[in-house]
């Protein structure tokens, strides 16, 4: 009824199903994995009003599902990028069931395919379009947070200098923290990956 394809690999037809409406894929070493494709082949097709969803697991320690989209009699296959170190974070629920845990015993990721209403499946947003993951989002603070050290300190003053304060405290002026927001807003329009740098 399905096939999966991973960049480099051999077509998969052999999708486990682990509940009526639900399956399964296993992929072995997920991180040399960056694209993939779910395709219906054409020998079942679905009934007119319902679609597969994908999901992507990542196990490792605890299972990860991330809703990528879904296929249909309509759109009988996707594709989708991948990339395991960055899936972290806006998870969800197990739609898999304990089956999921019988399926899964040593596999560090699979692709789930579940069969439900077109009308849910068009409500869903894809973990990809929810903006970035929180690695990204812990990297960029810190990126910000470092540039922000580095800017203000670059401002600061002494005791001596700024001539009030207890003698323990460094002091800038605050308009530098209004530069320092306005040149990192600006770098941030110019290229907004400047942060990864």
């Known amino acids: 009824m399905f096939g999966l394809v991973a960049a480099g690999r051999l077509l998969d037809t052999n999708a486990q199903q682990v509940d009526v409406n639900k399956f399964v894929f296993p992929l072995p070493d997920p991180e040399s994995i960056k ?14 009003d319902f679609g597969a969803a994908v999901y992507l697991c990542w196990n490792n320690p605890d299972p990860l599902w991330l809703y990528l ?10 594709m989708y990028k991948i990339d395991f170190k960055a899936a972290v974070g806006d998870g969800g629920a197990n739609p898999f069931g304990a089956a ?20 849910t499946l068009r409500e869903l947003v894809p973990a ?4 970035p993951h929180i690695a990204d989002m812990a990297f960029f603070t810190q990126k910000m947070l470092e540039s922000f050290y580095n800017f203000a300190a670059s401002f600061a003053l002494t005791p ?12 800038f002026p605050t308009s ?19 942060w990864k740098k």
Request: aromatic letters at 8%; a negative charge.
């Open 100 to 119: 999921f845990m019988q399926a899964s015993s040593g596999v560090q990721a699979q692709v789930g395919l579940s069969i439900e209403p077109l009308a």
């Open 160 to 171: 001596y200098q700024a001539s009030s304060g207890p003698a323990s405290e460094t002091y």
């Open 35 to 48: 694209h993939i494709a779910v395709m219906m082949l054409g020998t079942v097709p679905l009934d007119p």
């Open 69 to 78: 989209g879904f296929i249909s009699n309509e759109k009988p296959s996707a």
């Open 176 to 194: 530098t923290l209004q530069r320092w927001h306005e040149r990192f807003l600006q770098r941030l329009q110019q290229d907004p990956g400047f």
């Open 128 to 131: 990809t379009s929810k903006g």
